[in-house]
């Protein structure tokens, strides 16, 4: 066989190559974009296994002083008690120690605080910081807390709640008394690895 007839063996070879290269590189491009067009195969599944907040509910618009915010701020692990802090607010409290205490390195990119609607007697506070020596107790509004719930998120339960709170002050992640604990720390270890603020 001549050289030349060897060059024409390998044209169709190379040829081939080269479509399997562009197919390799195209192919999942025009795939997504047919997924994105029909609406096929796209997931429809979220992985948090607490509640969602939605997009609007800010910590600002409770008018609670929580300083500082912003992209040095800590992560806010957020009790409110509009009413006193009664056996449920408590549990609440030591939830989001243990879940502040289980971030293990993490735990400098966030803090606890209780939100209080109503004031309490100074030997009940001193008794607070004794056993949460770590917690923030800081006012709250609660007209304004209601009403920010009423406007942003009407499904979610007012009153003695856990929240997560991000540094820009987005609320983020909701829990009641009634619900595991376990879940939301998940959920805050998941959003710690992904997120570069706080």
Same mark, same amino acid.
């Given at each position: ?6 060059? =024409? ?5 190379? @040829? ?19 997924? +994105? ?18 997009d ?20 806010? =692990? ?31 990119r ?5 939100? =209080?609607?109503?004031? &309490? &007697? ?8 004794a056993?949460? !020596?770590?917690?923030? +107790? ?7 807390y209601? @009403? ?7 499904? =979610? !339960?007012?009153?003695? @709640?856990?929240?997560?709170?991000? !540094? ?8 009641? !008394? ?7 720390? &998940? ?9 570069? +603020?706080?």
């Amino acid at each position: 066989m001549s050289s030349n007839e060897s060059g =024409l063996a390998d044209k169709p070879k190379g @040829q081939l190559k080269l479509l399997l290269i562009i197919a390799i590189v195209i192919g999942p491009m025009v795939a997504a974009w047919v997924m +994105v067009k029909m609406d096929v195969g796209i997931p429809t599944t979220h992985t948090n296994r607490s509640t969602l907040v939605p997009d609007g509910v800010d910590v600002q618009d409770w008018t609670t002083a929580l300083e500082p915010l912003g992209y040095g701020a800590p992560w806010r =692990l957020l009790v409110t008690a509009p009413e006193q802090c009664d056996e449920a607010c408590m549990d609440l409290v030591h939830r989001a120690r243990q879940i502040h205490v289980a971030l293990n390195r993490d735990a400098t990119r966030a803090q606890h605080v209780l939100l =209080l609607g109503h004031a &309490e &007697e100074d030997a009940w506070l001193d008794e607070l910081k004794a056993e949460f !020596p770590l917690v923030r +107790v800081a006012t709250l509004d609660n007209t304004a807390y209601e @009403q920010s719930l009423q406007q942003h998120a009407p499904e =979610l !339960p007012a009153g003695v @709640q856990l929240w997560l709170v991000d !540094p820009l002050g987005a609320v983020v992640l909701q829990q009641g !008394p009634d619900d595991p604990g376990k879940q939301l720390l &998940e959920d805050f270890k998941h959003l710690l690895k992904l997120s570069k +603020v706080g």
